[in-house]
């Protein structure tokens, strides 16, 4: 059964910190991994997207490592701010019957204090 | 260029009942994806629509069910609401097809459902 598992469930961290939050998976076929963050009452939106054989990406102050053989993933919050308060969703991309299939982790919330 | 519309965005219905969401994707997209969120279960896949064919279903029973129109436009239907059908309904629309990054998801902001 695919599955997708993250961690830490909550964190809490101050303005101005750094902090890596953890996806492990057992998806296949893998296609790719994509980092969502959703805000409180939102849909998710999209931060970066992984596939086999890149390391790491960066947008701004996330940056998101992939280990394919390991089938972890890390995304990486560079001096956090109020605003990356979220819930921090990874998915794992199987492509199936001509559409990509993707399965959810519970994601992380991410809360961060002045 | 307008983004993804859910509608309607809070609904209370009972026990029994059925309920109908609709979904307006992104111009030009063809690819309409829908997702059931719950703080126990997190997002769980429901089904997927290209083309107004239903190309791939996740674990869900017969009582969710879905169609696509010509225009793209979304529909999701849940017949028989239970107590645990309660839940955020998000929709999400992409380009589809085989293209690289055809599949980012751009979602809507949900429809809230209440089951009492």
């Known amino acids: 059964k695919n599955q997708v598992e993250q961690s830490p469930q909550s964190l809490i961290i101050l303005e101005g910190k750094n902090c890596t939050l953890q996806c492990n998976y057992t998806v296949s076929p893998f296609s790719n991994l994509r980092w969502y963050k959703q805000d409180t009452g939102r849909g998710p939106v999209s931060l970066t997207i992984m596939t086999f054989s890149e390391n790491t990406k960066s947008n701004g102050r996330y940056t998101a490592t992939l280990d394919a053989d390991t089938k972890q993933s890390s995304l990486h919050i560079t001096a956090s701010q109020l605003s990356d308060s979220a819930s921090y969703i990874c998915v794992v991309n199987s492509f199936w019957g001509g559409s990509y299939i993707p399965t959810f982790g519970r994601g992380t919330s991410l809360i961060v204090h002045p | 260029k307008a983004g993804v519309t859910q509608t309607p965005r809070y609904l209370i219905k009972t026990r029994g009942q059925q309920v109908t969401l609709s979904c307006s994707p992104i111009s030009g997209h063809r690819s309409v994806s829908w997702y059931q969120q719950t703080p126990g279960q997190g997002l769980q896949f429901l089904f997927e629509?290209?083309?107004?064919?239903?190309?791939n279903k996740g674990n869900f029973p017969g009582r969710f069910s879905g169609r696509q129109f010509s225009n793209s436009r979304s529909e999701m239907n849940v017949s028989t609401l239970e107590l645990g059908d309660s839940a955020l309904y998000l929709c999400?629309?992409?380009?589809?097809?085989?293209?690289?990054?055809?599949?980012?998801?751009?979602f809507g902001a949900g429809s809230r459902l209440t089951v009492l």
């Open positions: 999400a629309s992409s380009l589809g097809g085989w293209a690289s990054g055809a599949n980012v998801l751009t």
């Open positions: 629509y290209f083309s107004e064919t239903q190309r």
